[in-house]
């Protein structure tokens, strides 16, 4: 069973970046989509971002023009690259994998984004 450990979440000031990674402990070559949610505190979790095998991608309307998507097959590694980010972006940020045999999910990276 593939594992997904995200990384790179932390506190930011509004308008800055911050690059997230999802690292599996598998090949991702297999992941028909890959993506990011997120989790406001009292909300529920919501689709960030999504790409496909074959690198086709999708964003929620909120973070289109700010956060990019990509995958590395060989690193077995996902990113998400946030930028002018707003306080409205604070949140627990969630990767997710889904192969023929399953869903897969990491344990979350927190999102501040605070002055």
């Known amino acids: 069973q593939v594992q997904l450990v995200e990384s790179g979440g932390g506190l930011v000031q509004p308008g800055g970046s911050l690059r997230l990674s999802c690292a599996a402990s598998?090949?991702?070559?297999?992941?028909?989509?890959m993506g990011w949610y997120r989790q406001a505190p009292g909300k529920q979790r919501d689709l960030v971002a999504t790409?496909?095998?074959?690198?086709?991608?999708n964003y929620v309307d909120s973070v289109k023009g700010r956060f990019t998507i990509s995958r590395d097959n060989a690193e077995n590694t996902v990113y998400l690259q946030m930028n002018s980010l707003k306080p409205e972006d604070t949140a627990v940020y969630y990767c997710?994998?889904?192969?023929?045999?399953?869903?897969?999910w990491g344990q979350g990276t927190q999102v501040t984004v605070s002055s």
């Open positions: 997710h994998g889904r192969d023929y045999r399953g869903n897969y």
């Open positions: 598998g090949s991702i070559s297999s992941m028909i989509v």
């Open positions: 790409i496909s095998l074959i690198g086709a991608t």
